[in-house]
């Protein structure tokens, strides 16, 4: 039994004393489950039995279970049994039990409760006396502190005074050394004090091989002492006791120098046998004598790439080639490529040796880089860029101005290379770009001028090309063809679209060698303005040439028209002029169609300039204010005389196509035509014959002008045209008088006119044709009709009025008074 079930003492019976509990009971794993157990057990000893029997696992266990009775029909009468006595007799046993139990678990909480109190009063005791102790404590930890706080000052103050007797000590002992050091330094000093130039009395120490950095630093440290003392003894005035100190400074340097030279003799044999352990033991002595500089530079010095003829010679032989002739940029390129690749690899090589023999190699090298870039580079570069003079520059057949630019390109973009590669493998603290741009200054100052004199000088020599293949060509051709009045154009430079490509070619060219050259973006932007007002120039000018050349054909032919207009002339006469004027008509449509050619090249080399600039020039010249705005502004004006040309030259074309179609109606137009005899046949309704020559030969000449013109220009150009036309036609037809069937046949004409200049795509112009249809029913109508043919149209009532009076029957029908009454305000 565990302790909760232990004390548990009670009566067997009903009639039995009362149990008596105890505290201890209620201690350590208390069950309740287990003290109400003890307690009833010994009125309910069934409970027990059937505990016991279910332990067994069989589960028949006679009873009740959740309120039910289980057994077989064995068990029935006892069932009976127990149905005649009382259900639970233990029942009032058990509430007098319970009854005790709860009087002494009352008698229990009231022994605790007082014990209870007991100990609370015997803490709160306790607590005042820890309480106390502790106050006692910490009042002995503060005296503890305080006296840890004297103990530590006291430490440190002798500390601080150890600390001070040991400095002292030291610095007794620097000043002992320091006074030993002296006394040997005087000692040193008076045996240079000798005589002028004696060395020969020196102490071992300057004279032994094996103690040279130690001869080295005593004697640099008795140069410094004696020139400090001549220094101060002239700074006061009194340079008498200074004059020992100056024979040995005098004996001091002489020994410097011996002892350097014999050094750098050392340092030379060392190199010869490549004995790096040697090379750098002398280079840091000498590193002791003016940071080693002149070892620096002797190193540098003797290397065979500086000394060695050969090396120069072979530069020259890999980068310019051997049999003497001009080299190209690109030989030059490649050239250029190897030379600079060994010239890295042989400074990596140095780099080598020197990072393992000089105490400051960086030194050393930025004087080797420097060394290399002043000498090798620059040799080859003077051979490679000869500056040629802008006053007589070298012909273009011997490469000209551009030869020497694209070699001052070439030669630049690969030095750039090398200076990238040499700060690659070392140079210290050499501004290695900066050396590079400065090898370029002499160069770089002028190539704004050479490059617009390599372009000007491109632009002559193609226009002296193109003048001489004109003038072969205008010869082999001869002249039979212009004296029959062929092709006034034929022999004519015209412009070409490829000529203007190549303008521009150049002037890309010339744009990545401005980028390449010009590192500052203004300066970038400057040149590559100036650059693109030279492309302006050979376009506008050449194109504006071209532009007048076509129109020197076009007054040609028109000197031509009007050296054979047909007059009052015998008719031998005027049949030679006749075929002499056919002549001049197809010279004037030959010269149309060249200007229209001209006109279209000269759009298409506009639009390259355009493109061209937009997407190449735009971009450098944006980062500059106001750049972008002006160079916008000069392409407008170096343009602007092309269009004066090409305007002029439309005009002249639209005069030329008036004047063909004049002649034409004049020579082609009967009087038959409009008033045909009335033979009792039908009318002809067929085109007449000077319509359909007039339509042909606009149809065949103004093709040209569809395929050259376009957008305004075209508009305007056609405009003019058939404005020009619509008069011209007016003034032709009132020469005329018109029958009813010369009016149909009028009409007929017109008809076809209209369905040409419908090709036009004006409006205006097409409805002024078909008020000439509206007006030529004039002629169809009778007299009587007149007053209500116009009167949806009285806009046209003045030039109908003068078509009425070409009638035929305007007297005889008595039109003109007829038309006073209908129409007083046309009177």
């Known amino acids: 039994m565990t302790e909760g079930t232990r004390g548990a003492r009670g009566p067997r019976s009903s009639s039995s004393a009362p149990v008596i509990l105890d505290i201890e009971d209620f201690k350590g794993d208390f069950s309740f489950d287990a003290l109400f157990g003890n307690l009833v057990n010994d009125l309910l000893p069934s409970f027990l039995e059937e505990e016991a029997d279910s332990g067994d696992g069989h589960g028949n266990i006679d009873g009740l279970a959740n309120g039910h009775l289980r057994g077989g029909q ?119 004090n000798g005589s002028p130039g004696d060395l020969m009395e020196l102490s071992a120490l300057f004279s032994d091989d094996s103690r040279v950095a130690e001869a080295a630093s005593i004697a640099q440290k008795l140069r410094s002492f004696a020139e400090e003392d001549i220094g101060r003894q002239g700074a006061a005035g009194n340079a008498t006791p200074g004059r020992g100190l100056e024979v040995a400074v005098a004996n001091l340097q002489d020994y410097c120098n011996e002892l350097e030279n014999r050094l750098l003799s050392r ?36 290397r065979p790439m500086f000394i060695d003829v050969e090396v120069m010679n072979s530069d020259i032989r890999l980068v310019l080639g051997d049999d003497g002739s001009q080299p190209s940029p690109s030989n030059v390129a490649r050239g250029l490529s190897s030379l600079y690749k060994q010239i890295t690899d042989t400074v990596r090589k140095e780099a080598a040796t020197i990072t393992a023999v000089f105490p400051a ?89 050479h490059e617009r004199a390599s372009l000007k000088q491109l632009y002559q020599a193609k226009m002296e090309e193109l003048r001489a293949e004109s003038q072969q060509g205008s010869e082999s051709s001869g002249t039979i063809g212009r004296s029959k009045g062929a092709s006034i154009s034929s022999s004519q430079q015209q412009i070409a679209v490829t000529v203007v490509t190549e303008f521009v070619r150049w002037s890309e060219e010339a744009i990545s060698r401005c980028t390449l050259l010009s590192s500052q973006p203004a300066t970038l932007a400057a040149n590559a303005k100036a650059i693109f007002t030279c492309l302006l120039d050979q376009v506008s000018v050449y194109i ?204 007929r004409d017109i008809n076809e006119y209209g369905d040409f200049v419908k090709r036009f795509s004006v409006p205006s112009v097409e409805e002024k044709f078909e008020l000439l249809g509206i007006m030529a029913n004039v002629f169809i109508v009778a007299p009587e009709s007149l007053a209500t043919l116009f009167e949806g149209s009285p806009s046209i009532r003045k030039d109908a009025q003068r078509f009425i009076q070409l009638r035929e029957d305007y007297k005889s029908a008595k039109l003109a008074t007829r038309l006073s009454s209908l129409w007083p305000s046309l009177s």
Not at 95 to 113: G, H, N
Not at 172 to 190: F, H, W
Request: with cysteine; glycine share 6%.
């Open 267 to 302: 340092f030379d044999a060392a190199s010869q046998r490549r004995d790096l352990s040697t090379m750098s033991e002398c280079a840091k002595i000498l590193s002791q004598f003016n940071r080693g500089t002149s070892a620096m530079q002797h190193y540098v010095a003797t």
């Open 74 to 192: 064995s068990d029935a009468s006892r069932f009976s049994q127990m149905s005649s006595a009382p259900f639970f007799p233990e029942v009032d046993g058990l509430l007098s039990l319970f009854k005790d139990s709860c009087k002494e678990l009352i008698d229990l909480r009231k022994q605790v409760d007082g014990r209870l109190n007991t100990l609370k009063k015997e803490v709160s005791t306790q607590d005042a006396k820890h309480r106390k102790t502790l106050t006692e404590i910490e009042k002995g930890v503060d005296g503890l502190f305080e006296s840890f706080a004297r103990l530590d000052g006291r430490i440190s103050s002798v500390g601080q005074t150890a600390a001070k007797i040991g400095d002292h000590l030291q610095s007794a002992d620097a000043q002992r050394e320091t006074a030993s050091q002296t006394i040997e330094l005087i000692k040193y000093l008076m045996e240079f």
């Open 361 to 449: 190699p960086n030194e050393v090298m930025a004087i080797l880089v420097q060394r290399v870039l002043e000498q090798r580079v620059t040799g080859i570069l003077d051979k490679i860029l000869v500056k040629p003079s802008l006053s007589s520059p070298p012909p273009v057949q011997e490469g000209g101005l551009l030869l020497y630019l694209r070699m001052f390109a070439v030669a630049y973009e690969k030095t750039q290379e090398l200076a990238k590669d040499l700060r690659a493998v070392g140079c210290g603290d050499l501004d290695v770009e900066d050396l590079t741009e400065s090898l370029f200054s002499s160069h770089k100052d002028e190539y704004p001028e």
């Open 544 to 747: 504006t040439e071209g532009l007048e050349r076509a129109r020197d054909g076009l007054s040609e032919a028109a000197g031509l028209r009007e050296r054979f207009v047909l007059g009052t002339l015998s008719r031998r006469v005027a049949a030679a002029a006749a075929s002499a004027a056919e002549a001049a008509a197809a010279a004037g449509e030959s010269s149309f169609k060249a200007f229209m050619v001209a006109v279209q090249r000269c759009g298409s080399s506009v639009a390259i300039v355009q493109q061209y600039f937009a997407n190449s020039i735009s971009r450098l010249l944006l980062p500059v204010d106001g750049a972008h705005a002006a160079s916008c502004e000069e392409m407008s004006t170096a343009l602007s005389k092309a269009e004066v040309a090409a305007y002029k030259g439309l005009q002249q074309c639209i005069e030329t196509v008036i004047s063909e179609v004049e002649r034409l109606l004049s020579a082609e137009q009967m009087a038959t035509d409009y008033k045909s005899p009335d033979d009792g046949f039908s009318p002809d309704h067929r085109p007449t014959n000077a319509c359909i020559r007039v339509v042909a030969y606009l149809s065949r000449v103004l093709e040209s002008a569809f395929t050259a013109l376009e957008g305004l220009n075209k508009q305007a150009f056609l405009t003019e045209l058939g404005n020009r036309l619509d008069k011209l036609l007016l003034t032709h037809w009132q020469k005329f008088t018109f029958n009813p069937s010369g009016g149909l046949r009028l009409k």
